[in-house]
C-alpha cells in the first residue's frame, strides 16, 4: 500500500519533460513562427525602407531578441515553473510580472478566430469556383468588380469606382459586418463552427500536457515550411514577381532617421519572437536541467528571423504578380494583417493557374501557423495555473478535466467574436490588449529583476552550472541597461503619439476607447500592485520585508526533484526491506 501511494504521489508532483531535445527545439519553433512572420514583417519591410529595415531589424535582434530569449528560456529551465510561480524561485517581488503575462494571453487569446477564418476559406476553396472571384453570389452587390475586369482596359475606372469581389465575400460573406461595435447583431452559425473545430484541435493538443503537444508538433510545426517552400517556388516563377521584390527589398536609407522604423522593428522582435508572453518560460520549464539553452536561442532565433526573411519573397513575389495583371503599382496591392492573409494573397492566387490548388497550399500553411502559436499559447496558460495548486491540478484525470472546462469556457467566451459586430471587438482587444505599452513594460521589469535586484552575475553562475558555458559580458550590459533602455523609448512614444483606434474609417464610441484603456492597464498595472500589497503583507519593517522579497528561494525545482526522488527512493527500499 505504502509502495502504491508513493507511486501515485510521484505521478501527481510530475509535470513531465520533452521526450528528446527534438520536441523542444519544434514546439519553441512552431510558437515563435507565426502568423507574424507572414503576414506582419514584410509589409513592415516595404513600409519602412525596404532593405534598409533590415539594419534595424538585424541590430535589434542582436541587442534586444538574442538577449532577452537566452533570458527568459533560461529562467524557465532553471526554475522548472510556470511563468507566475518561476519567480518564486527568483524575485518573489516581481510575481506580478507573470500575473500580468496571464493576462495579456488571456487578451491574446482572440487569435483563435483567425484559426476559424482560415477554416472557413479552406472550405470554400473546394467549390468548383472560387467565390472571391465572381460577383455571381447572393452576397455581391451592384459594385462588385469581378476578378475578369482585371484584364480589361478601363480596370482602372472601375476599381475606382467598385468593391473587388476578394473585399465583399470578407466583409460580407465571411464577417457580415454591422455599422459598428454597437450593433452587435446575430451570432453567425457557420463561424461558430469553425471556432469550435478550432478549440476541439486545441484540446486534443494539450489535454495530455507536454505528451500530446510534443508528438502534435512533429506536422504541425514542419508542414507550414513545406508550404512555404512550395509557394515561395511558384511565388518566384510569376510573372511580375521580381518587381514585386524589388518594392520589398529596395533600400530607402532615408527612413533610418525615423525613429518610429527602429521601433516598429523592435516591437516586431519583440512579438514575432514570444519574448514578453511568457510562454518561452513554460516551454523551457520542460527541458532537462543540463540542456545548453545558451546555444538554443541562437539557432531558434535564426530560424525565426530567417522564416520572417524567406515569407517576405513569397507574399511580395505573389503581390507583384497580382499588380502585374492589374497594371498597377505594387504599393497599391500591399496590405498587412488580414487585409494580406484574406483579401490580398486569395485574389492573388484565385489569377494563377491551378488556383485551388495554391489556394489551399495557403490556407493550409495559415491555420498550422496559428495552430501551433495558438496551442502553445493555452498550454502554457494551463501549465502556470496548474503550477499555482499542483495537488489539485496535476492529476492525470483532474488535469484533463480542467483543460477540459477551460477550453470550453474560453470557446464560449470567444463567441462574442463571431457576431456581426464581431471584427470590431478584435480589433479593439487587438489594439489594447498586448498593444507596445504592455510589452515594453514586462520588458523592462523582467530585466530590472534579473538584471538588478536577482543580480546579473548570479544570473550567469545558473547558466554556467545548467549549460557548462558561461555567456559573454555583452548580455549582461544588455540586460541591465540596452533592453530597458531600448524598451523605454516606446513606451514613451507610444504613450506621447497616442491616437484613438480606427477601422476602416469607423471611430470607436467613447465607452469602447474606456475599455480598451482597461484592458491595457489590466496587465500592466498588475505589476506595481502586486508588489505593493506583496510589501504591505509581509511582516517586519520595511527593510526587512524587502530583504525577504527580492531574496530567491535557495531550493529551486530540479534540487527538489533531486530530493524527492531521493527520498522516493529511500521509501520504497524501506518499503521492501519491511516486506
Same mark, same amino acid.
Given at each position: 500500500?505504502?509502495?502504491?501511494?508513493?507511486?501515485?504521489?510521484?505521478?501527481?508532483?510530475?509535470?513531465?519533460?520533452?521526450?528528446?531535445?527534438?520536441?523542444?527545439?519544434?514546439?519553441?519553433?512552431?510558437?515563435?513562427?507565426?502568423?507574424?512572420?507572414?503576414?506582419?514583417?514584410?509589409?513592415?519591410?516595404?513600409?519602412?525602407?525596404?532593405?534598409?529595415?533590415?539594419?534595424?531589424?538585424?541590430?535589434?535582434?542582436?541587442?534586444?531578441?538574442?538577449?532577452?530569449?537566452?533570458?527568459?528560456?533560461?529562467?524557465?529551465?532553471?526554475?522548472?515553473?510556470?511563468?507566475?510561480?518561476?519567480?518564486?524561485?527568483?524575485?518573489?517581488?516581481?510575481?506580478?510580472? %507573470? +500575473?500580468?503575462? !496571464?493576462?495579456?494571453?488571456? &487578451?491574446?487569446?482572440?487569435?483563435?478566430?483567425?484559426? =476559424? @477564418?482560415?477554416?472557413? $476559406?479552406?472550405?470554400?476553396?473546394?467549390?468548383?469556383?472560387?467565390?472571391?472571384?465572381?460577383?455571381?453570389?447572393?452576397?455581391?452587390?451592384?459594385?462588385?468588380?469581378?476578378?475578369?475586369?482585371?484584364?480589361?482596359?478601363?480596370?482602372?475606372?472601375?476599381?475606382?469606382?467598385?468593391?473587388?469581389?476578394?473585399?465583399?465575400?470578407?466583409?460580407?460573406?465571411?464577417?457580415?459586418?454591422?455599422? %459598428? +461595435?454597437?450593433? !452587435?447583431?446575430?451570432?453567425? &452559425?457557420?463561424?461558430?463552427?469553425?471556432?469550435?473545430? =478550432? @478549440?476541439?484541435?486545441? $484540446?486534443?493538443?494539450?489535454?495530455?500536457?507536454?505528451?500530446?503537444?510534443?508528438?502534435?508538433?512533429?506536422?504541425?510545426?514542419?508542414?507550414?515550411?513545406?508550404?512555404?517552400?512550395?509557394?515561395?517556388?511558384?511565388?518566384?516563377?510569376?510573372?511580375?514577381?521580381?518587381?514585386?521584390?524589388?518594392?520589398?527589398?529596395?533600400?530607402?536609407?532615408?527612413?533610418?532617421?525615423?525613429?518610429?522604423?527602429? +521601433?516598429?522593428?523592435?516591437?516586431?522582435?519583440?512579438?514575432?519572437?514570444?519574448?514578453?508572453?511568457?510562454?518561452?518560460?513554460?516551454?523551457?520549464?520542460?527541458?532537462?536541467?543540463?540542456?545548453?539553452?545558451?546555444?538554443?536561442?541562437?539557432?531558434?532565433?535564426?530560424?525565426?528571423?530567417?522564416?520572417?526573411?524567406?515569407?517576405?519573397?513569397?507574399?511580395?513575389?505573389?503581390?507583384?504578380?497580382?499588380?502585374?495583371?492589374?497594371?498597377?503599382?505594387?504599393?497599391?496591392?500591399?496590405?498587412?494583417?488580414?487585409?494580406?492573409?484574406?483579401?490580398?494573397?486569395?485574389?492573388?492566387?484565385?489569377?494563377?493557374?491551378?488556383?485551388?490548388?495554391?489556394?489551399?497550399?495557403?490556407?493550409?500553411?495559415?491555420?498550422?501557423?496559428?495552430?501551433?502559436?495558438?496551442?502553445?499559447?493555452?498550454?502554457?496558460?494551463?501549465?502556470?495555473?496548474?503550477?499555482?495548486?499542483?495537488?489539485?491540478?496535476?492529476?492525470?484525470?483532474?488535469?484533463?478535466?480542467?483543460?477540459?472546462?477551460?477550453?470550453?469556457?474560453?470557446?464560449?467566451?470567444?463567441?462574442?467574436?463571431?457576431?456581426?459586430?464581431?471584427?470590431?471587438?478584435?480589433?479593439?482587444?487587438?489594439?489594447?490588449?498586448?498593444?507596445?505599452?504592455?510589452?515594453?513594460?514586462?520588458?523592462?521589469?523582467?530585466?530590472?529583476?534579473?538584471?538588478?535586484?536577482?543580480?546579473?552575475?548570479?544570473?550567469?553562475?545558473?547558466?554556467?552550472?545548467?549549460?557548462?558555458?558561461?555567456?559573454?559580458?555583452?548580455?549582461?550590459?544588455?540586460?541591465?541597461?540596452?533592453?530597458?533602455?531600448?524598451?523605454?523609448?516606446?513606451?514613451?512614444?507610444?504613450?506621447?503619439?497616442?491616437?484613438?483606434?480606427?477601422?476602416?474609417?469607423?471611430?470607436?464610441?467613447?465607452?469602447?476607447?474606456?475599455?480598451?484603456?482597461?484592458?491595457?492597464?489590466?496587465?500592466?498595472?498588475?505589476?506595481?500592485?502586486?508588489?505593493?500589497?506583496?510589501?504591505?503583507?509581509?511582516?517586519?519593517?520595511?527593510?526587512?520585508?524587502?530583504?525577504?522579497?527580492?531574496?530567491?528561494?535557495?531550493?529551486?525545482?530540479?534540487?527538489?526533484?533531486?530530493?524527492?526522488?531521493?527520498?522516493?527512493?529511500?521509501?520504497?527500499?524501506?518499503?521492501?526491506?519491511?516486506?
Amino acid at each position: 500500500m505504502n509502495r502504491k501511494r508513493i507511486e501515485k504521489q510521484r505521478r501527481d508532483d510530475d509535470r513531465g519533460q520533452w521526450a528528446n531535445k527534438m520536441e523542444y527545439f519544434l514546439v519553441v519553433a512552431g510558437n515563435v513562427v507565426g502568423l507574424g512572420n507572414v503576414w506582419r514583417f514584410p509589409y513592415l519591410c516595404f513600409k519602412n525602407g525596404g532593405g534598409a529595415f533590415l539594419v534595424p531589424y538585424g541590430l535589434l535582434v542582436v541587442l534586444f531578441g538574442i538577449p532577452m530569449f537566452l533570458m527568459v528560456t533560461s529562467i524557465g529551465q532553471y526554475t522548472q515553473e510556470g511563468f507566475i510561480t518561476c519567480w518564486t524561485k527568483l524575485c518573489p517581488l516581481a510575481q506580478g510580472i %507573470g +500575473i500580468g503575462q !496571464l493576462i495579456i494571453t488571456f &487578451w491574446a487569446s482572440i487569435y483563435i478566430i483567425i484559426e =476559424a @477564418w482560415a477554416l472557413f $476559406y479552406l472550405v470554400f476553396s473546394f467549390r468548383s469556383q472560387l467565390p472571391w472571384a465572381t460577383c455571381n453570389n447572393t452576397w455581391n452587390t451592384a459594385d462588385c468588380l469581378d476578378l475578369q475586369i482585371f484584364n480589361s482596359s478601363n480596370m482602372t475606372v472601375k476599381q475606382t469606382n467598385g468593391t473587388p469581389a476578394a473585399v465583399e465575400f470578407w466583409e460580407r460573406r465571411l464577417l457580415s459586418m454591422s455599422g %459598428g +461595435i454597437e450593433e !452587435l447583431g446575430s451570432v453567425r &452559425w457557420e463561424l461558430t463552427l469553425c471556432l469550435l473545430v =478550432a @478549440w476541439i484541435f486545441c $484540446y486534443f493538443s494539450i489535454w495530455k500536457g507536454v505528451r500530446s503537444s510534443g508528438k502534435v508538433v512533429y506536422f504541425t510545426a514542419t508542414f507550414p515550411y513545406v508550404m512555404l517552400l512550395v509557394l515561395l517556388i511558384r511565388g518566384l516563377t510569376l510573372p511580375g514577381a521580381s518587381e514585386g521584390i524589388y518594392y520589398y527589398l529596395y533600400p530607402d536609407i532615408n527612413r533610418l532617421a525615423d525613429l518610429e522604423v527602429w +521601433i516598429e522593428a523592435g516591437i516586431q522582435i519583440c512579438f514575432s519572437y514570444s519574448l514578453t508572453a511568457g510562454t518561452l518560460v513554460v516551454l523551457s520549464s520542460y527541458n532537462d536541467h543540463n540542456n545548453n539553452c545558451y546555444k538554443d536561442c541562437f539557432w531558434l532565433c535564426l530560424l525565426n528571423s530567417g522564416t520572417s526573411f524567406v515569407a517576405g519573397f513569397v507574399v511580395f513575389s505573389v503581390l507583384g504578380f497580382m499588380a502585374h495583371k492589374q497594371g498597377v503599382p505594387v504599393n497599391t496591392v500591399t496590405k498587412s494583417g488580414p487585409g494580406l492573409a484574406f483579401i490580398a494573397y486569395p485574389q492573388a492566387t484565385a489569377l494563377m493557374p491551378l488556383s485551388h490548388f495554391w489556394t489551399v497550399c495557403f490556407f493550409l500553411m495559415l491555420i498550422l501557423l496559428a495552430v501551433d502559436s495558438f496551442f502553445v499559447m493555452v498550454e502554457s496558460c494551463i501549465t502556470t495555473v496548474s503550477d499555482l495548486f499542483p495537488k489539485l491540478l496535476r492529476a492525470p484525470v483532474k488535469h484533463e478535466i480542467f483543460v477540459l472546462i477551460s477550453c470550453l469556457t474560453m470557446c464560449v467566451l470567444q463567441l462574442i467574436l463571431v457576431t456581426e459586430a464581431g471584427i470590431y471587438i478584435f480589433q479593439l482587444i487587438e489594439f489594447y490588449g498586448s498593444t507596445r505599452v504592455c510589452m515594453t513594460v514586462v520588458a523592462i521589469s523582467e530585466c530590472l529583476a534579473i538584471g538588478w535586484i536577482f543580480g546579473a552575475d548570479r544570473f550567469y553562475n545558473l547558466i554556467e552550472d545548467m549549460t557548462g558555458q558561461r555567456p559573454s559580458i555583452y548580455f549582461k550590459l544588455c540586460w541591465k541597461f540596452i533592453i530597458p533602455l531600448l524598451s523605454l523609448i516606446p513606451f514613451i512614444m507610444s504613450l506621447v503619439n497616442y491616437k484613438h483606434l480606427k477601422f476602416n474609417d469607423y471611430l470607436y464610441p467613447d465607452w469602447a476607447y474606456s475599455l480598451g484603456w482597461v484592458m491595457t492597464l489590466s496587465s500592466v498595472l498588475m505589476i506595481p500592485l502586486w508588489a505593493a500589497g506583496r510589501v504591505c503583507l509581509t511582516p517586519g519593517t520595511f527593510r526587512e520585508r524587502l530583504s525577504v522579497l527580492c531574496r530567491p528561494a535557495e531550493d529551486p525545482a530540479w534540487k527538489r526533484t533531486d530530493i524527492a526522488e531521493e527520498r522516493t527512493t529511500a521509501g520504497l527500499m524501506t518499503s521492501a526491506s519491511t516486506v
